[in-house]
């Protein structure tokens, strides 16, 4: 008995030390939660709800603002969206290893993409740049060009062509060949034969590429140090910035028609007049506002894996709540 006397004392007393031990502990918080300066307390609060965000932000949904009226009139200048990051598969971190999504982007989607021209600086900087980004409530944005203006690190476009595709741009139209098929359709055929909506809208009308590629042939002419055809007659070389894209296909048919031992001309006319073919796991972005839009005509289809989420829902301002077509 006095063997099992001493163990119930020895237990006896552990409990009575251990409880004794986790009041003082408790209490000790206490004490600093009520002495804590409640501006400290505000901090602490805005911080972990910062460090929820941000992981909300890199896994299952993104907010982003519209920079540009690329996608008009789908997305406006200013409008707020969520982004699905989740479906195609989140980053583990930004810039590193992305993780396996449940589906792949498919044509007709509204996606949003890292730009091909961006020159990251690191996962570190990148993480800092949202933590810092989201705690401001987005008035601090410290990724900018040494001049001061903001960096574009996401680009925002509709998913036109996928892996097989042939695409060709044609006075602004575009025509795509899907895999298997002979032919290339025009677009707004192929998405009303899938049931989807074409979305794409023109600014400049067809009659109005006369002009624009008239001003295309006189640069040409200009850059080969030859005297303009008397049949162009003065060209208004304003009219390019219309369709810059189309500008630019037609001076370099001519330059290539002039210098076809120029492999770098001979090259990017080739590409113009073929088409670009989209490789599998790739997908080929325009803007909505096809002739107001930097995409996929000028640096060609986006690997999937650099593709971040879709853009699901617009949130802000309330006149333009919904879903995104």
């Known amino acids: 008995m006095s063997k099992e006397n001493d163990f119930v004392g020895r237990l006896q007393g552990f409990t009575e030390r251990f409880l004794t031990r986790r009041l003082k502990r408790k209490l000790r918080n206490k004490r600093k939660q009520q002495n804590r300066n409640v501006v400290v307390d505000w901090l602490m609060a805005i911080l972990w709800a910062a460090c929820v965000v941000l992981v909300i932000n890199q896994y299952i949904f993104q907010n982003y603002q519209i920079?540009?009226?690329?996608?008009?009139?789908?997305?406006?200048?200013?409008?707020?969206?969520?982004?699905?990051?989740?479906?195609?598969?989140p980053e583990l971190l930004?810039?590193?290893?992305?993780?396996?999504?449940?589906?792949?982007?498919?044509?007709?989607?509204?996606?949003?993409?890292?730009?091909?021209?961006?020159?990251?600086?690191?996962?570190?900087?990148?993480?800092a740049q949202q933590f810092i980004y989201m705690l401001t409530l987005t008035a601090v944005d410290i990724d900018?060009?040494?001049?001061?203006?903001?960096?574009?690190?996401y680009?925002?476009?509709?998913?036109?062509?996928?892996?097989?595709?042939?695409?060709?741009?044609?006075?602004?139209?575009?025509?795509?060949?899907?895999?298997?098929?002979?032919?290339?359709?025009?677009?707004?055929?192929?998405m009303k034969d899938l049931g989807l909506a074409c979305r794409a809208t023109r600014l400049v009308a067809a009659s109005e590429y006369?002009?624009?590629?008239?001003?295309?042939?006189?640069?040409?002419?200009?850059?080969?140090?030859?005297?303009?055809?008397?049949?162009?007659?003065?060209?208004d070389m304003a009219t390019a910035y219309k369709d810059a894209f189309g500008y630019d296909m037609k001076r370099v048919s001519v330059l290539s028609d002039m210098k076809p031992s120029d492999y770098r001309v001979a090259s990017t006319a080739r590409r113009y007049s073929q088409g670009w073919y989209i490789p599998p796991d790739r997908v080929f972005p325009m803007g909505d506002n096809r002739d107001n839009s930097r995409d996929g005509r000028y640096f060609g289809p986006v690997d999937q894996s650099r593709v971040l989420g879709r853009a699901l829902f617009k949130y802000w301002p309330p006149s333009r709540v919904g879903g995104i077509p």
Do not use: W
């Not at 007709?108 to 990148?126: H, L, M």
């Not at 032919?183 to 707004?188: A, I, L, N, R, S």
């Open 67 to 89: 920079p540009s009226e690329s996608m008009v009139d789908t997305l406006k200048i200013g409008d707020m969206i969520f982004v699905d990051k989740f479906s195609y598969g």
């Open 210 to 235: 006369d002009g624009i590629e008239a001003v295309g042939t006189a640069s040409a002419y200009q850059e080969a140090g030859l005297p303009t055809p008397s049949n162009l007659g003065s060209p």
């Open 144 to 153: 900018r060009e040494p001049n001061g203006e903001q960096r574009v690190h």
């Open 94 to 127: 930004p810039g590193v290893v992305k993780l396996p999504g449940v589906t792949s982007p498919q044509r007709g989607q509204v996606i949003v993409f890292e730009n091909p021209s961006y020159i990251s600086k690191g996962p570190v900087f990148t993480i």
């Open 155 to 190: 680009l925002i476009k509709r998913a036109v062509g996928t892996g097989g595709d042939t695409i060709r741009i044609q006075r602004g139209e575009v025509f795509i060949r899907p895999e298997g098929m002979q032919d290339f359709v025009p677009e707004k055929t192929l």
